[in-house]
């Protein structure tokens, strides 16, 4: 019940965990043979050599040196961070999109069955289009997009794209939550001639809500890696997939710059998760069960 | 007077949605519900005909499944009887429920667990628009009640049964009913719980003047809150004797103290009851065994 141990204790799991990928990061470097090792064609264990595997000081130290040797280049992190940002901000749209969307759909299939014998086949279905396969498509029928002044921009297909990935889970996690009361409460609420809107603000949404932290993280961890594929794959500029590429690309010069972006997606995927836990945090009465004590 | 209460129930130029003060608390007139299952018909109440009075206390008592939820639920509009006539407070049962004359609790606390004990209790004024300042003082009024004032920024999972059963017997006198329903509300707490809330039962009862009709499994506790305890029996649901209670302390409810429970009628009446479900009415003395299964005799 007490969040701040629990906190605590995640927090000390995490770095542990941490240190335990560095530590063996480094041994293996150490003790592995520098060539790896291979069966016959198939290689099973990488080479060791600062080009495959640079030292983890060294990848610390390139992030803190100019991202190129032009005049006045900003360091590497601050150039991560901000593509970073920039996926983050594109991914939270996308997130946004997606919580609008499952818990609309949630909120119709809750009222009508119907819709739910009608909509909740489909909505798995889509699930099985890969989008993010599409996502050139989806962008090029997004440049065709023009309303009045408002005209698509390329962000917006990997925003959709991410919303596409988060939607479904939100969708499947609100709908369980909206339906998630007793009978009890919902006899309670009938004696109390409460009607649809009274009963779904102060009963079925407190209700759901645990049903809805795990979807919403769900969808937030989706729409994150669904915004850094779609970037990837439709070439958009500016953010951390396109720095993943293009870093990438270098690391035969380079090596320790490669590992710049990759630090950023992790940390991404952290900030990402975080925000929702706090959520969950600010919601922590609303987990509460029944049982007496 | 009761053939003048069946009189103004049963005319139906009457404006029922009035109700009209003189009117019983609850009115059930040839009432039958019959339930469609997959093995056939279930007649879980047949020919029921009940008249509660303003501030009368009513017990439901009989083996399970002899429909005495069923019934109640009827009167709370929760569902809706095959054939018959129900009425509360001379209205509709519909109409009395969306004017909230009755408060009803459950065997099973309900409360919302994301609420605090006040928050829960303040739960139906809240739907219902009443205003803050009012509302605290209200629940405040109603925790002191039924003692929990201390408890009233806790939680619901961090309360006993029998202290959440108190919150939901608050939560149900929130609006000052003129009727509670009460379905086993003491099922679930250990005897010396339940001896207490019997107590204060009876007491808010007395100090706010609302009839109850109060569903149980055990005899003693039907004698002890009770006027009149209506005794049922199963398959198909009837009511097979309706016995008023003629104890000492009758003449007050409010004299009806811990008492009562070592007093001789006490014990007298206890005989009354048990013998009334035991002998299963005076129409079917064969079936004896059946008609006492389940029932609590403690
Ligand atoms: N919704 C329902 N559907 C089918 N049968 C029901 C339903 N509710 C109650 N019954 C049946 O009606 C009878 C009376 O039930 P109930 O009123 O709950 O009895 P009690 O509260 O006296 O134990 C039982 O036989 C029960 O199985
Ligand atoms: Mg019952």
């Given at each position: ?104 759909f949630?909120?119709?299939m ?6 739910e014998f009608g909509l909740l086949p489909w909505i798995v279905i889509s699930q099985t289009v890969p989008l ?32 596409y990935l988060?939607f479904f889970p939100?969708t499947v ?121 | ?298």
């Amino acid at each position: 019940m007490t969040a701040r141990p629990r906190l605590v204790g995640g927090f000390v799991w995490g770095l542990a965990g941490v240190l335990l990928i560095a530590l063996a990061w480094e041994g293996y470097k150490f003790f592995g043979p520098a060539d790896g090792l291979s069966i016959g064609e198939l290689r099973v264990l990488p080479r060791t050599t600062d080009l495959a595997m640079p030292h983890l000081w060294d990848m610390m130290a390139r992030l803190a040196e100019p991202v190129t040797r032009a005049e006045g280049a900003l360091p590497l992190w601050a150039v991560v961070a901000l593509a970073a940002l920039t996926t983050l901000g594109i991914a939270a749209a996308g997130w946004a999109v997606g919580v609008v969307v499952g818990v609309g759909f949630a909120l119709l299939m809750q009222r009508w069955r119907l819709a739910e014998f009608g909509l909740l086949p489909w909505i798995v279905i889509s699930q099985t289009v890969p989008l993010i396969a599409f996502a050139p498509v989806v962008k090029s029928w997004g440049s065709r997009v023009e309303i009045g002044s408002f005209e698509w921009q390329d962000w917006m297909s990997v925003a959709l794209i991410a919303s596409y990935l988060a939607f479904f889970p939100i969708t499947v996690g609100a709908l369980k939550g909206l339906q998630s009361p007793d009978r009890i409460h919902l006899e309670l609420f009938e004696t109390y001639a409460s009607g649809y809107w009274s009963t779904l603000k102060q009963l079925r949404f407190p209700a759901a809500v645990p049903y809805l932290l795990p979807a919403l993280r769900l969808g937030a961890a989706n729409a994150v890696i669904g915004a850094v594929v779609a970037e990837v794959s439709t070439g958009l500029q500016g953010g951390i997939g396109r720095l993943l590429i293009q870093f990438a690309g270098q690391a035969s010069g380079d090596p320790a710059k490669a590992w710049g972006p990759i630090f950023g997606a992790i940390v991404l995927g952290l900030v990402a998760a975080g925000s929702v836990a706090l959520l969950s945090v600010i919601l922590k009465d609303y987990r509460r069960t029944e049982e007496a004590a | 007077m009761s053939d003048q209460i069946l009189n103004s129930a049963a005319a139906t130029d009457a404006p029922l949605a009035a109700g009209d003060t003189d009117a019983a608390a609850v009115s059930v007139r040839g009432v039958n519900k019959q339930f469609q299952t997959a093995t056939g018909v279930v007649h879980a109440l047949e020919a029921i005909d009940l008249t509660v009075s303003a501030g009368e206390f009513v017990s439901l008592i009989g083996p399970s499944g002899c429909g005495k939820s069923t019934l109640m639920r009827l009167i709370a509009d929760l569902d809706d009887p095959t054939s018959g006539d129900l009425t509360v407070f001379g209205k509709t049962t519909t109409q009395a429920r969306l004017d909230q004359d009755y408060g009803i609790a459950f065997q099973q606390a309900g409360l919302l667990p994301w609420r605090t004990v006040a928050a829960n209790v303040a739960l139906p004024l809240e739907l219902h628009g009443v205003a803050s300042a009012d509302r605290r003082s209200r629940v405040a009024n109603l925790l002191d009640m039924v003692g929990l004032t201390e408890f009233a920024d806790r939680f619901p999972d961090q309360l006993s049964g029998g202290m959440q059963q108190r919150v939901a017997i608050a939560r149900s006198l929130a609006e000052q009913p003129r009727l509670l329903l009460m379905d086993e509300p003491f099922g679930a707490l250990d005897e010396m719980t339940r001896e207490k809330m019997q107590t204060d039962l009876v007491r808010i009862a007395a100090d706010t003047g609302a009839a109850v009709v109060f569903v149980t499994h055990s005899i003693p506790e039907a004698v002890f809150l009770s006027d009149r305890v209506v005794v049922m029996s199963p398959r198909p649901g009837r009511i097979s004797q309706i016995v008023p209670m003629q104890l000492n302390a009758i003449d007050g409810r409010q004299e009806r103290s811990d008492n009562l429970r070592e007093e001789s009628s006490f014990f007298e009446m206890v005989t009354e009851v048990r013998e009334a479900l035991h002998g299963g009415a005076s129409d079917s003395p064969g079936d004896e065994p059946r008609q006492a299964r389940g029932v609590d005799t403690r």
